[in-house]
């Protein structure tokens, strides 16, 4: 039985762990405190506490790292100097993970990489992010990429939509207006797992994939719709001219011959009740 570790058993990691654990996979869990461990007990996840702090990384228990792939799947936080602190912690990291026989990895990045330049972005492009999670997203990706020990495979996942996460909300607080116009780069939680399980399965190892719905309305098309179906009040929309994106995913569908289960993210709004 293959062994699978997720470093951040949290929205993500949660539902994931438990597909695993139903695909066969034996699955190793980390979260941050110990009242949290339980949670991961009752679910058939082998519990861990690990914390990475600005200083170091610790861990309960080092067999953690012992496994056949382990998914990375810890946001930046969105704190000051965490351009510095980010890319220290995946170096602390890494230098655990340089003590096992660690051969596989998936590490979840963002498409926050990418400055919004009105581009089809594509992961050959150069990187010059515009917020400091981003910035601190390249420089993890770049100690990834340089070791050699293990081969890592980089996931740039778009805005996370679906499960108890209402998109309603996301733009509710707004006080200003928000440039309808901008198109979203958006994914539902479960092709984030399907995509990941994928990964896995056909082996696919020291790539970068970007990963979002084929297709991108405006924000106005989308957050109106969810506002409409939440009953929660839309924000204000103006047609202005804000620096946007396209993320490009063709490279995730042609390498894992991928067929997405929410192709817009209005299908995701269309098949359910937030």
């Not at 581009?119 to 340089?146: I, W």
């Not at 996460?165 to 994914?187: C, E, Q």
């Not at 047609?239 to 946007?244: K, S």
């Not at 894992?256 to 289960?261: G, S, T, V």
């Amino acid at each position: 039985m293959e062994t699978v570790s997720i470093l951040g058993v949290g929205w993500l990691g949660l539902p994931l762990a438990k597909r695993l654990i139903s695909d066969g996979y034996q699955v190793k869990g980390s979260v941050t405190t110990a009242e949290k461990m339980e949670l991961l007990q009752q679910a058939a996840i082998w519990p861990y506490q690990l914390i990475a702090s600005p200083e170091n990384l610790w861990v309960n228990d080092a067999s953690f790292f012992n496994a056949d792939v382990l998914i990375i799947s810890i946001p930046p936080r969105r704190i000051p100097d965490i351009e510095s602190i980010f890319p220290r912690q995946i170096g602390y990291l890494i230098n655990e993970l340089e003590k096992t026989d660690l051969k596989k990895v998936i590490f979840i990045s963002s498409t926050s990489v990418y400055p919004d330049e009105g581009q089809q972005a594509v992961e050959t492009d150069t990187l010059s992010p515009q917020k400091a999670s981003g910035r601190a997203l390249v420089e993890a990706e770049n100690l990834f990429r340089q070791n050699s020990q293990f081969k890592t495979t980089i996931i740039r996942f778009g805005g996370l939509i679906g499960a108890d996460r209402n998109p309603a909300r996301f733009l509710a607080r707004r006080k200003t207006a928000v440039d309808g116009r901008k198109p979203v780069n958006l994914i539902h939680q479960d092709d984030c797992i399907a995509i990941i399980r994928e990964i896995i399965r056909q082996n696919i190892w020291g790539e970068t994939f970007n990963a979002c719905c084929p297709e991108h309305p405006t924000r106005r098309e989308f957050y109106l719709r969810a506002s409409l179906l939440s009953g929660i009040p839309a924000p204000d929309f103006e047609d202005g001219n804000e620096a946007f994106k396209i993320v490009n995913s063709q490279k995730l569908v042609r390498y894992l011959d991928y067929e997405f289960k929410f192709p817009s993210p209005l299908d995701y709004l269309n098949r359910t009740t937030i």
